[in-house]
Antibody, heavy 125, light 111 residues
Framework: QVQLQESGPGLVKPSQTLSLTCSVS??????????WSWIRQPPGKGLEWIGY???????YYNPSLKSRLTISIDTSKNQFSLKLSSVTAADTAVYYC?????????????????WGQGTLVTVSS | QSVLTQPPSVSGAPGQRVTISCTGS?????????VHWYQQLPGTAPKLLIY???NRPSGVPDRFSGSKSGTSASLAITGLQAEDEADYYC???????????FGGGTKLTVL
């Protein structure tokens, strides 16, 4: 059973870069066809897909965040990371890491079958 | 404002059946992209409930079912239980936005 755990600062100043890491246990991050993903949820609001990185290193970003976003993978540490630059108060949210997988034969969009517990990041001076 | 529209809230009494709709357009659900559903209990991470429109992961009760038709999808819950009180989200892909999208979420209240 794979487990994911987010880590990183809970408070980031406006205009700075938000950096989070997701540690994966119970399986190798480089095996299988998985989309290692980031999703966020502003307080009291709904879910927003941020982006994901495939095992090959190819990454896919939410176009609304793409200019500020980098998702990378470190197979030696079994981790993947998120960097979001030039943050504002609008980036305050619970950030989740998740594993995306295509389970059905004609999969058109991966589903997120395993999630971390989430970490609250507040952008404030 | 999400491109996938869900009712903000639904409610039902224990034992009843409720449905939650997820309405999209020709650039997402109507383009035959899969729809997935998640359940988020208060204070917890979302949990995959339905994948590929109508498939249940192992461990999800058969009281939960999904369907898709045209530009919409639905989640049905039968034999409503108090523990089903949660927020529910649909997810698909939108070709205009070039990315995965979630519905705005629906809060289910068990009366």
């Amino acid at each position: 059973q794979v487990q994911l755990q987010e880590s990183g600062p809970g408070l980031v100043k406006p205009s700075q870069t938000l950096s989070l890491t997701c540690s994966v246990s119970g399986g190798s991050i480089s095996s299988g066809d998985y989309y290692w993903s980031w999703i966020r949820q502003p307080p009291g609001k709904g879910l927003e897909w941020i982006g994901y990185i495939y095992n090959s290193g190819n990454s896919y970003y939410n176009p609304s965040l793409k200019s500020r976003l980098t998702i990378s993978i470190d197979t030696s540490k079994n981790q993947f990371s998120l960097k979001l630059s030039s943050v504002t108060a609008a980036d305050t949210a619970v950030y989740y890491c998740a594993r995306g997988v295509c389970s059905s034969n004609a999969c058109s969009i991966p589903e997120f079958d395993s999630w971390g517990q989430g970490t609250l990041v507040t952008v404030s001076s | 404002q999400s491109v996938l529209t869900q009712p903000p809230s639904v409610s039902g009494a224990p034992g009843q059946r409720v449905t939650i709709s997820c309405t999209g357009s020709s650039s997402n659900i109507g383009a035959d992209y899969d729809v997935h559903w998640y359940q988020q209990l208060p204070g917890t991470a979302p949990k995959l409930l339905i994948y590929g429109n109508n498939n249940r992961p192992s461990g999800v009760p058969d009281r939960f079912s999904g369907s898709k038709s045209g530009t919409s999808a639905s989640l049905a819950i039968t034999g409503l239980q108090a523990e089903d009180e949660a927020d529910y989200y649909c997810q698909s892909y939108d070709s205009s936005l070039s990315g995965s999208v979630f519905g705005g979420g629906t809060k289910l209240t068990v009366l």
